[in-house]
T-cell receptor, first 112, second 114 residues
Framework: GDSVTQTEGQVALSEEDFLTIHCNYS??????LFWYVQYPGEGPQLLFR?????EKGSSRGFEATYDKGTTSFHLRKASVQESDSAVYYC???????????FGAGTRLKVIA | ETAVFQTPNYHVTQVGNEVSFNCKQT?????MYWYKQDSKKLLKIMFS???????VNETVPRRFSPQSSDKAHLNLRIKSVEPEDSAVYLC?????????????FGPGTRLTVL
């Protein structure tokens, strides 16, 4: 079945550090790939999505590029802020599926 | 305000009790979902409804039952709760069940089973 594997556990950075959270997927064809962010006390919200090879999604300084060759959709940000502290989820959705498959979530902690 | 609303925010109960959680969306969406989020932040789909019809029913214990009165409401009932049911229950909606659809989440209901 479809699956998503992302950077495990917690990532701790200082403000202005570069962020990479890895996301690799397993699915046939061209699934739609998503990044969601969940701030404390809230539900997840969409950062951005992509559905074609080499398509780049971006929002709020975050970006990721759909790479079918390496089955990846890594999340990057050039300079993180304390306000970026949250849990980040990579997810996929597939034609004929009526549900998302979420990765396990990566907690980002940014220290001022 | 258009959003996904959940009540209650928190619920503490004893093992064996019955609980019900409510979810309403004012986004005009056709599809609604229930997710369980455990203490490690793992998100698992439980149920999905499209236009009041059940379309996803993951392997969850039979004590869990969704209830949809119309496409804007999707409630969750748990008969005879167990300690492992302690979690945050998130309701979400999307415009349709298409694979490109963005899901909009409510703030969640935190259940603690003593």
């Amino acid at each position: 079945g479809d699956s998503v594997t992302q950077t495990e556990g917690q990532v701790a950075l200082s403000e202005e550090d570069f962020l990479t959270i890895h996301c690799n997927y397993s699915a046939s064809g061209y699934p739609t790939l998503f990044w969601y962010v969940q701030y404390p006390g809230e539900g997840p919200q969409l950062l951005f999505r992509a559905s074609r090879d080499k398509e780049k999604g971006s929002s709020r300084g975050f970006e990721a590029t759909y790479d079918k060759g390496t089955t990846s959709f890594h999340l990057r940000k050039a300079s993180v802020q304390e306000s970026d502290s949250a849990v980040y989820y990579c997810a996929l959705s597939h034609t004929g599926n009526y549900k998302y498959v979420f990765g396990a979530g990566t907690r980002l902690k940014v220290i001022a | 305000e258009t959003a996904v609303f959940q009540t209650p925010n928190y619920h503490v109960t004893q093992v064996g009790n019955e609980v019900s959680f409510n979810c309403k969306q004012t986004l005009g969406h056709d599809t609604m979902y229930w997710y369980k989020q455990d203490s490690k932040k793992l998100l698992k789909i439980m149920f999905s409804y499209n236009n009041k019809q059940l379309i996803v029913n993951e392997t969850v214990p039979r004590r869990f039952s969704p209830q949809s009165s119309d496409k804007a409401h999707l409630n969750l009932r748990i008969k005879s709760v167990e300690p492992e049911d302690s979690a945050v229950y998130l309701c979400a909606s999307s415009l349709d069940w298409g694979f490109y659809a963005e899901q909009f989440f409510g703030p969640g209901t935190r259940l603690t089973v003593l």
